[in-house]
């Protein structure tokens, strides 16, 4: 997939930097500075915002921010509280949001947490009739599951009509972050859909470092404060895996 003539399956995973501000004034000043920097991908928080809830202010920023990264791929995450988030979960509330992010066109990609929802194919397949590019995604902040358990979701969220396929699993022990990458790499080789995958924590960090080998197409790193546990400084980050 190319998108603003950034290429996301070169086999060089590429950099996402999450804007956490909780203003739409912050957040578009910040991301003017990674614009600045040439930052490729970047994921717009809209969960830390205190402007979420009115719908005119959201479509207005959402545009304001789509013009300032013209030339990166943005991403809109409204991460519940459910998967490490800022907002309490409202299914209602949450197919608002995210039918509201797909037709302002602003952003290239919408995260769904996919298995939030009742009938999440659903939720991906209203998004794709209005020509959002989707990303499901799946949180686990208490462990690592077993290896069948992994597989069995990542190719659930496959057989959705998303376009990219995204798993971020916390390990209690080093092992759990070898067998992650491990599975991560196998499910890559025998899907179409992009995939992103993560260790978090402290212990996870080598996944974070070693995206090209288990077939992740992004890695996140941080910018002044991290969205998820064992990011990594974005300057840092773009150095080790230049």
């Not at 990674?34 to 979420?52: H, P």
């Not at 959201?58 to 519940?80: H, P």
Request: charge should be negative.
């Amino acid at each position: 997939m190319r998108i603003k003539n950034i290429d996301m399956e070169n086999f060089k995973p590429l950099v996402c930097v999450p804007i956490v501000d909780e203003s739409v004034d912050k957040s578009l000043q910040t991301a003017r500075a990674l614009v600045d920097d040439e930052v490729k991908v970047i994921e717009w928080r809209l969960d830390y915002l205190k402007e979420l809830s009115s719908p005119v202010l959201l479509d207005k920023a959402l545009k304001e921010m789509s013009a300032i990264c013209s030339s990166s791929i943005l991403i809109a995450t409204i991460r519940t509280d459910r998967e490490g988030g800022k907002v309490p979960f409202d299914e209602g509330k949450m197919k608002s949001y995210l039918s509201l992010i797909a037709k302002s066109k602003a952003c290239d990609f919408v995260d769904v947490e996919y298995f939030t929802y009742e009938n999440p194919r659903d939720v991906v397949s209203a998004l794709k009739r209005l020509e959002q590019n989707v990303i499901c995604s799946h949180h686990d902040f208490e462990e690592t599951p077993q290896d069948d358990t992994i597989l069995s979701l990542l190719e659930e969220m496959d057989c959705s009509e998303c376009d990219a396929v995204k798993m971020a699993v916390m390990p209690n022990n080093t092992t759990d972050v070898t067998r992650f990458m491990d599975i991560s790499n196998a499910f890559a080789t025998h899907t179409n859909k992009l995939v992103i995958t993560m260790s978090m924590g402290k212990l996870g960090r080598a996944s974070r470092l070693s995206a090209d080998v288990t077939g992740s197409c992004v890695t996140f790193g941080s910018y002044l404060k991290a969205s998820a546990p064992g990011q990594i400084d974005y300057k840092q980050l773009k150095e080790i895996i230049a």
